[in-house]
């Protein structure tokens, strides 16, 4: 008997729109990403730092009621310490503006850019599974052959790194917050962490937006996946390592740095030695910790070199757009 | 329900050039739907035809028309429309045969649950087993060209075009893909344009002949037709008394010769088999097989092949 007999059938459905064609491409690299073991622990890791946060940002709120548990331990903990918790939660419950605002911008400034790196780390994990892969493999011709463009490639692609981001930075940072602020014993808490999460979102969706095309340029660079690996950890260390070099020297080398630019903006946005000046005057207790930060480390914290950096993004912005367009091709 | 158009390729002086090259040169064709087969030699520009009609190549001057849709402008369309089996593999690593189809098909715009399910319909059409639960990367040549049609056709494309669709295949794995690619058209009604260099592959499944070399289109008409302007010789296949119908043939001076493969060979210079199959009742000779002008698409080829070096 022939194979194709009665199995050959004709479709008469309605075809899908070129968003959730596109969305494939994306959840399709995103599911490839995920079968890579390191970069499903990572995103464990990342979680799991989200739920501590949470944790962190509940114990904060707590110490606003005066019999909540956590208030009665740090009583019971040491007889000496009531006084000064009475104080700080008439303070907090005061100033909830500054407390809370001020609190959690710091709070998640420092997240944002201590969780970074585990994203960079993610990314350069999955960097074959971006372009490299389909370059070795002429996988593009398949792709062209379909009916998507190669921006509705690329734009998958750009989509399933920015997934990856948000899997191992933003959500858990984003989700962090959300929870925080739910466990609060005060709706207002929202209200006044508004900033927090602006300064996040702010932050976390430029950098995600030149991180996944700065992504995309590396991994089109070679179609050997051990070269667009080492390409990619290879500039981000360089980087590290040129950084406090160059502060001394030249800092305009700085600027060499993607991770350092990033760290620019997020200066920039967040305006975290503000918030540490603010901390300093009002905050009883932590104001005096936080006078112990030294000039040097305000000035830079307060000075960020935002001009270089969005200047040395928007060219390695261009450079990474033109070796895509330049490499991926049907042909 | 859009009306399939009377004519499935059309191109207008058509050019493709590759620096100082130039692949296709005023390629200008009508094509009904059918099986169609491109042939020519390496490198004549079958394979720049066919990714010109897809967009893989920008067209360098001229238009062209698949699908009744001007290429260039209606890209995406088209494509939802088209399935394509490049000649070279191209799979995605590290997917599995029935996940590599069933996104192939999301690519073409068919819901998930519609896709994963065409795509086990297709890969059982193309005579896939368990096999496409494995990695693509551990398939043999010929279950990646099975994998090649399966995914070309999950979208039940109104054409698709194979390129080299044989290539890399052992005698028995041909005949499969072959007798499927047919099917195609004859049974489905999806038009196929197979571009190869084997005569052999064409001049089984396709009804519709166009030859291109140097970037241009020496002939193009049916089979049929190509076949009739070389009428006059056949291929007769008998069991035994080889040389008694070699003689009766000499006798009436047709000229006669037994091929290796046991065939003969009988020129019998008319327009029909009439007087062959006479000859044969005759004789009370009971053929296997009569095989029409069997080197017809041969020598078509070689005929435009030397005409075109020689105007070259």
Known sequence: ?331 | MEMPPSLIIETKSLCKIFGKQRALDGVNLQVPPGAIGLLGPNGAGKSTFMKCLLQLQPISSGSAKLLGREVGREGREIRKRVGYTPEQDCHIPGMVGCEYVTYCAQLCGLPFQVARQRAHEMLDFVGMGQERYRKIDTYSTGMKQRLKLAQAIVHDPEIVFLDEPTNGLDPKGQAQILELVQSLWRTFGITVVVSSHLLHDVDRICEQIIIIARGRVLVHDSLENLKARKRGAAEVVVADRHEELRLACERRQWACELLPNGHLKVEHKATSLNPLISLLHDLKLAPLEIIPSPNALEETFVQALEISHATA
């Open chain 1, 1 to 331: 008997m022939p194979l194709h007999d009665a199995t050959y059938k004709h479709w008469t459905g309605v075809h899908l729109g070129l968003w959730r064609r596109r969305l494939a491409i994306a959840m399709n690299g995103l599911t490839a990403c995920l079968e890579n073991k390191l970069i499903r622990h990572l995103t464990v890791v990342c979680w799991t730092v989200a739920i501590i946060m949470s944790a962190v940002l509940f114990m904060v709120g707590q110490l606003l009621v005066a019999d909540s548990l956590i208030v009665q331990w740090v009583e019971n903990l040491n007889p000496e310490l009531q006084t000064f918790a009475r104080m700080l939660t008439s303070w907090l419950e005061q100033h909830p503006e500054i407390s809370v605002r001020t609190t959690q911008n710091v709070h998640f400034y420092y997240c944002s850019i201590y969780m970074l790196p585990v994203s960079i780390f993610a990314l350069g994990m999955a960097m074959p599974l971006l372009v490299t892969r389909d370059l070795a493999s002429n996988a593009i011709i398949i792709y062209s052959s379909k009916a998507v463009s190669r921006g509705d490639y690329l734009f998958g692609k750009f989509s399933t790194a920015c997934g990856l981001i948000i899997l191992t930075w933003l959500g858990p940072v984003c989700a962090a917050w959300f929870v925080g602020n739910l466990l609060a014993p005060d709706w207002r808490f929202f209200w006044h962490s508004r900033a927090a999460l602006g300064h996040v979102l702010v932050y976390g969706l430029s950098s995600m937006g030149i991180l996944a095309v700065l992504a995309l340029g590396i991994s089109a660079i070679s179609s050997k996946e051990k070269s667009t690996i080492a390409f990619w950890f290879i500039w981000w260390i360089l980087g590290g390592v040129l950084t406090p070099i160059a502060t001394q020297t030249k800092p305009w080398l700085r600027h060499l740095s993607f991770s350092f630019n990033l760290d620019q903006i997020a200066l920039a946005v967040f305006r975290v030695g503000d918030d540490i000046k603010i901390a300093q005057d009002n905050i009883p207790i932590l104001g005096d910790m936080l006078r112990q930060i030294s000039s040097k480390t305000m000035e830079g914290l307060s000075t960020p070199a935002i001009g270089g950096a969005l200047v040395a993004l928007a060219v390695m912005l261009v450079v990474a757009a033109c070796i895509v367009v330049t490499r991926v091709k049907p042909e």
